[in-house]
């Protein structure tokens, strides 16, 4: 896969399979790749932290997306095809944007009651509350404008999800 010098956004609800993808999509073969996890920008925050989800965390969640768009920008100017696998929602978009690097933003969508039994069952640390998942799932169900940035991740194997993201990457369908 040859996309070095480029950013993709790869996002979608708690469940969709981002970061399977993400990782699935580092491995492959081509341009030299990095993979940039969301959740670690804001883990970096050590006293203070607002959950991004507060209102009152607007500030921290542009700093925060203004420090993980300047770091993916700074690596593909450094020729490595960039994935950065998280939550970003329209909102977040802006500080991505304003870059000059080539942007892709992909949402995988699955159904709710999929995104929920995908989240219980990886356990660990991760979100299993269905409320929250449901909140965030709602986030993504209708994206005006950039609706034609989904890929349906209903009834899709991991294998499947990576080839839709591949080819959808081939086109300019998905470019900000």
């Known amino acids: 896969m040859e996309h070095a010098g480029e950013i993709l956004i790869l996002t979608g609800p708690p469940g969709s399979g981002k970061t399977t993808t993400a990782l699935a999509l580092a491995e492959q073969h081509g341009s030299a790749k990095v993979h940039l996890h969301t959740n670690d920008f804001w883990r970096f925050i050590k006293n203070g932290a607002i959950a991004p989800y507060l209102h009152s965390a607007h500030r921290q969640n542009n700093v925060v997306m203004g420090a993980l ?16 696998d998280g939550i970003i929602g329209p909102c977040f978009l802006p500080s991505f944007q304003t870059i000059t690097t080539p942007v892709h933003y992909i949402v995988l969508r699955p ?3 999929l995104a929920i039994a995908r989240c219980q069952h990886r356990g660990n640390d991760t ?16 994206l005006g404008k950039l609706e034609h940035h989904v890929l349906s991740a209903d009834g899709q194997t991991r ?8 080819s959808a990457m081939q086109t300019d369908t998905f470019r900000l």
Not at 71 to 78: D, F
Not at 159 to 166: D, W
């Open 127 to 142: 979100l299993t509350d269905p409320e929250p998942i449901a909140a965030l799932h709602h986030q993504f169900s209708s």
């Open 69 to 84: 768009s300047g770091v993916a920008q700074s690596y593909a100017i450094g020729g490595y095809f960039v994935v950065v």
């Open 159 to 166: 294998q499947q999800t990576l080839k839709m993201v591949i």
């Open 111 to 113: 159904p709710l009651a």
